[in-house]
């Protein structure tokens, strides 16, 4: 086979219409556009959306307020109620969380909130905790491991009068600073 014997496969692509070619083409005199009209002539210049001059659907409705911020971190919560399932000083981890059912996929970051009862002493290595939810934890007699740092502003031990300097970057006073 030679690149001028490809085709592409039967089917596959539509054959275009060939209008304004005769009566028995099919698509002859008008071409598939009616009789008169503003879509009839050869400059339509319609916006997309119009309606007639009336109001048109997307003026109908409501805007959309606020914000959506696209890098929002997003996590799965877990009530304490649920991790009642898992055996005693068990290590409790998105992996884990899985496994049971509780929550869709192990790649998902989990926030452990306080509803429910929690009686079995548990070793949770999760994303984020709240404090109440922490408070029942280790008052069950489990250790809570937090799996990553918050990002976003942190107070800067070196940095002056306790400034708050973006995470990873450095300060006025640092050795870059000297040069």
Known sequence: ???HELTPAKGSRRE??????????GQGKTSGR???GQRSRSSVGLPVGFEGGQLRMTQRLPKLRGFHNKWRTEYVVVNLGKLQR???????????LAQAGVIARATQRVKVLAAGELRAPLQLRVHRISAAARRA???AGGSVE????????????DAPDGEDTPDGEDTPDSEDADA
């Open 86 to 96: 898992f055996e005693r000083d068990s290590v409790v981890d998105a992996a884990a």
């Open 146 to 157: 937090l799996l990553e740092p918050v990002k976003g502003l942190a107070v800067a031990e």
């Open 1 to 3: 086979m030679k690149l």
């Open 16 to 25: 275009r219409k060939r209008i304004g070619r005769g009566i028995s083409a």
């Open 34 to 36: 009616g009789q008169k």
């Open 137 to 139: 934890v280790e008052a």
